[in-house]
């Protein structure tokens, strides 16, 4: 099994961005994968890409959620990205 790449993006003073944060670090936690938070507010290729789509789950470079993370979809995206094989 791999372990998928998780990327948060989100943007400063942004509930849905906190609410996001909780869920992405519980089931990251929960499957003992790494994740990672990168600011739209800080980078304006990301910016032009996800404005008006913050929060978004990225896995493995790819867009799988945004605006409210569904727990669920997001255990379900991981457990098929782990049994996926990257060459």
Do not use: N, Y
Not at 19 to 47: H, K, N, T
Not at 53 to 59: A, D, G, K
């Amino acid at each position: 099994m791999r372990t998928p790449e998780i990327v948060l993006v989100t943007r400063r003073e942004c509930h849905l961005c906190e609410a996001a944060r909780d869920v992405v670090g519980r089931v990251a936690a929960d499957i003992g994968a790494p994740w990672s938070e990168q600011l739209i507010d800080d980078d304006a290729d990301l910016a032009a890409r996800f404005a008006e789509e913050v929060p978004v789950v990225l896995v493995d470079g790819v867009q799988r959620d945004f605006w409210k993370i569904d727990e669920a979809r997001l255990r379900r995206t991981l457990a098929a990205a782990s049994q996926t094989d990257q060459h």
